[in-house]
């Protein structure tokens, strides 16, 4: 079993900064692939990136990709969304997910554990 917390949201302006953390319990964290997923109201829960269990490997949404950095520490069982150049459309709901399968995933139904999820909103 993994419990996982996000933190790190808040309201930003456009083209500024922000870094989300995802604190993982379980002494298995490092076997996970990570992914970060976003819901904004009334829209489908979207990819945004996804780590393999070493942090050697990732993948982006094309939305984010250039702007966005998924990076993990297994030593502190966190994974990590920094997010720079943020625009309004990043509004949202930002969940972090773990497979522990260990595949590098994109679609929500192929992870098994979900955190809470933390607000972002970019003003314009």
């Known amino acids: 079993q993994v419990q996982l917390v996000e933190s790190g949201g808040g309201l930003v302006q456009a083209g500024g900064s922000l870094r989300l953390s995802c604190a993982a319990s379980g002494r298995t964290f490092s076997r996970y692939a990570m992914g970060w997923f976003r819901q904004a109201p009334g829209n489908e829960r979207e990819f945004v990136a996804v780590?393999?269990?070493?942090?050697?490997?990732?993948y982006y949404a094309d939305s984010v990709k250039g702007r966005f950095t998924i990076s993990r520490d297994n030593t502190k069982n966190t994974v990590y969304l920094q997010m720079n150049s943020l625009k309004p459309e990043d509004t949202a709901v930002y969940y972090c997910?773990?497979?522990?399968?260990?595949?590098?995933?994109?679609?929500?139904?192929?992870?098994?554990?979900w955190g809470q999820g933390t607000q972002v909103t970019v003003s314009s």
């Open positions: 780590i393999n269990w070493s942090g050697g490997s990732t």
């Open positions: 997910a773990a497979d522990s399968r260990g595949y590098m995933a994109t679609l929500p139904d192929d992870y098994n554990y």
